[in-house]
């Protein structure tokens, strides 16, 4: 047998080895990334049900009516004389309530709006109700 080949059999059989090991690892990484990819998939599919379940019931509510003609309430008062002092005694009784009850009220619109509240919008609103 020649020596040459008893030297270069080993290195040889640790490179494939180091080849084969790099191979499966990469293969390994192209799986956890594809099964990453499903649940994002699979997650944003979720989450578009739930917003077309959420666009149908608003369709048969009149929650947003209701809502549109609560808030447009002040407004219209405004333009009349008896009314201004009315929603000004209204604005200042609502900032002068608990902090908890204007995020209550607040959430209360946005859900009938339908808005999902998550813990993220719950920080909006309280930078919100600050200004």
């Known amino acids: 047998m020649n020596p040459l080949l008893l030297i270069i059999e080993p290195i040889a ?7 084969d090991s790099r191979t499966k ?3 390994l990484e192209e799986a956890r990334h594809q099964k990453m990819l499903e649940g994002i998939q699979s997650a944003e599919a979720s989450e578009f049900a739930a917003d077309m379940k959420r666009t149908e ?8 009516e209701y809502i549109t003609i609560v808030v447009s309430i002040p407004a219209i008062l405004g333009f009349f004389p008896w009314g201004a002092p009315i929603v000004t005694e209204g ?6 309530a608990p902090e908890w009850y204007q995020y209550l009220l607040i959430a209360v619109f946005a859900v009938g709006a339908g808005v999902p509240l998550a813990s993220k919008t719950v920080k909006n609103l309280k930078s919100i109700s600050k200004v």
């Open 13 to 19: 059989e640790v490179a494939k080895s180091f080849i």
């Open 25 to 27: 690892k990469k293969e």
């Open 57 to 64: 019931d608003l369709s048969t509510s009149w929650k947003d």
């Open 91 to 96: 604005f200042e009784a609502l900032r002068q």
